[in-house]
């Protein structure tokens, strides 16, 4: 019973909790034992653990029996604007008289952890309200690229194969480089390759299904080449995947960034626009504007404090010990530089903005030092920062 009750990733993540409860790990590569006395020159001051703060947990709750059918949620946003989850990947629909437009299709919203034989497709998600039912899905929009977020689409398109599916020209000019022989990899995903947008945008896109209205814009890579904001004038609500985690530190490595600049000026983009509700297409929580303005001071600490650490003399020690080996020394200052800009940005008595981010956002004990190991070797060489 327990190994069935652990399978659920989300369970797995409780027990691993509880596990590291019993001895913390450390985050930081600080262990350069090699190295002469005042080369390693930093040590990490947080021990990692998978505990959720207060402010980062689900709403609603899947573990206390909360989603809406067992073990997928669907819930209204406002006015026909929906969205759908696992607990881990979030999608959006939004619903005319005239049919569906569908937002990104995540092959494991449908899936049942537990009893794989319960799972449904992202198709029985989508019919699994009053709303939806007899109206055909006409419109599919792409986020941007990544399979995770929609790597179910092909079972879109075989229930409806008149869907038009509206992407980025840079999703579209990604999607074509793909080869398709990582395909199965993901759970719940159809038995073909996300299918080719048949309708392609450059700059800003107006999507219109009877009285009801999605407006698409892209600004740049915050997070991949393609990756496009989703806005529903009407609803207040703006939809933007894999760039900000309300409540949560950001995916590993700023959210595995392309371009950092960009992933940084993303968050002022998104606070010109006019929302209630942010869905970034990870967890189970929705933001507002308030988790937006949180999560900028998170980065601009970050940002601030990669700075501080390139500055810090104390890290240079390192390139004086193997001139025969620069690089290998250039990695080492890298972490070094990352676990003391982590360790900045995660003591309140010394981060700019004051805040306590270990218990305010979700995993910034796990991630910080990726994120400082990202924006600090940016700031070093990328010529747009
Ligand atoms: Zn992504």
């Keep these: 019973m327990l190994l069935k009750y652990i399978k659920h990733p989300l369970m797995i993540a409780v027990t691993l909790a509880m596990f590291s409860a019993l001895g913390s790990v450390h985050a930081y590569r600080t262990d350069h034992g090699f190295l002469p006395p005042g080369a390693n020159v930093c040590e990490s001051h947080v021990s990692v653990s998978l505990e959720v703060p207060p402010n980062s947990q689900a709403v609603p709750d899947p573990f206390k029996g909360e989603f809406s059918h067992g073990f997928y949620h669907v819930e209204e946003l406002n006015d026909g604007l929906f969205y759908m989850t696992d607990g881990v990947y ?32 992202i198709v029985d998600v989508l019919y699994s ?13 792409y986020s941007h690229t990544h399979l995770d977020h929609i790597g179910a689409a092909s079972i879109i398109q075989d229930a409806f194969p008149k869907v038009k ?30 299918p080719m947008p048949t309708q392609i945008f450059f700059k800003e896109k107006r999507i219109k299904l009877g009285k009801q209205t999605l407006h698409l814009s892209y600004k740049g890579p915050a997070h991949e080449p393609g990756n496009i904001y989703i806005y529903a004038a009407k609803q207040k609500v703006l939809m933007l995947v894999d760039v900000i985690f309300p409540g949560w530190s950001p995916f590993t490595n ?32 929705l933001g507002n504007r308030d988790d937006i303005i949180e999560a900028q001071q998170y980065i601009l600490d970050i940002k601030a404090n990669a700075l501080a650490a390139l500055q810090n003399p104390a890290l240079f020690q390192i390139f004086g010990v193997a001139p025969q080996n620069g690089l290998g020394a250039f990695s080492i200052y890298l972490d070094q530089m990352a676990c ?22 979700g995993n910034s004990d796990i991630n910080t030092l990726t994120h400082c190991w990202e924006m600090g070797e940016a700031m070093r060489i990328d010529p747009t920062f």
């Excluded at 009053?130 to 929009?141: A, Y």
């Excluded at 509206?166 to 390759?193: F, K, M, V």
């Design 90 to 121: 979030q999608a959006m629909f939004l619903v005319s008289k005239r049919g569906i437009i569908v937002v990104d299709a995540p092959p494991s919203i449908g899936v049942n952890q537990v009893d794989s034989t319960q799972s449904v497709s």
């Design 340 to 361: 003391d800009c982590a360790n900045r940005t995660l003591d309140p008595g010394v981060t700019p903005s004051g805040n306590d981010w270990l218990s305010r956002i």
């Design 129 to 141: 309200i009053p709303e939806t039912q007899g109206l055909p899905i006409k419109k599919l929009i």
């Design 254 to 285: 700023l959210a595995i960034v392309e371009d950092v600049p960009e992933y940084i000026e993303a968050y002022d983009e998104v606070l010109e626009y006019e929302f209630d509700v942010f869905v970034g297409g990870h967890f189970n929580r």
């Design 165 to 194: 599916i509206i992407a980025h020209w840079q999703t579209q000019q990604q999607l074509r480089l793909g080869t398709g022989e990582l395909e199965g990899l993901l759970p719940g995903s159809g038995t073909n390759p996300p």
